[in-house]
């Protein structure tokens, strides 16, 4: 069976050619993450397809990397909440940069507010015709709007960003000494319980990343500190529900691609062939065209 990273971030210097929005530190004006080193990367780690996330709605380096090397990439682009064509953007896009799913930090909605009455709800109705699949990585007052518009969606795919961790990544967000994303949330974190009744309450559509831990981790790699969490998610959605996944770059020096995918193995030891190879590939081949 293919072996998927199932998420990770490739970027260009900015430039007219390819635009994208910077991130002091982190992704400044000048970093470059290639598809070609990221290639050698896969090629190491044995790794066969990978989905790449922009950093920003700008999908022109996306679109290139899956013109130049076909059959290995698919995309996720992230949700444009200035596109002038609304829900437009969904069939728009996908056609452009072939994109197979959109990110969001949540849904811009008010706690409480009903999900038909949101902005994005036309997006995800959309999505859903589409066939597309959101990617969501918000906080837990949004997750209780996703869970309503997943009731008003029925067969509306989703899958849950980094262990389905719920940081509210604009105001939590710091950068560690390695420049990537960093959050300092209790472990386990307080959202885990709301997590592991929206995988009850939608068993079919409702996925999750194997992703994430040097973000949330006070730990050395493998982040024993983690484990709880891990065993949790494996709990509540098995499997064929979870997706392995690098965040690369963020990871290529410390602890390294390879190191990152073979979490797998620390955390789940017992688990079967079938279920390993799930996770490493076969639950993303089963979301995504290569």
Known sequence: MAVVDAHLHLFKAQSDQYPRLTFDVMAPAEREESAEEFLEAMDAAGVDHAIIVPLSPHDEYLAAIQAEFPGRFAGVGVYDDAAPDGAGQVARRAEQAGLQGLRFYGFGAEPGQAAESMTVFPVLEAMREQGMKVWFYGSPDQVEILDEAMRLLPGLKVVLNHLGFCP????EL?????KRPRFDIPLPPDSLELIEQLAADHPDHLYVHLSGQYAFTQTPYPYPDLQ???DRIY???GAHRMLNASDWP??????GHGEVLALVDHYLPDITPEERAAIRGGTATSLFDF
């Open 168 to 171: 509210s990544i604009w105001m």
């Open 174 to 178: 710091t950068i560690d000494d390695f």
């Open 228 to 230: 709880e969490v891990v």
């Open 235 to 237: 709990r509540a959605f």
């Open 250 to 255: 963020w990871i290529k020096i410390n602890p």
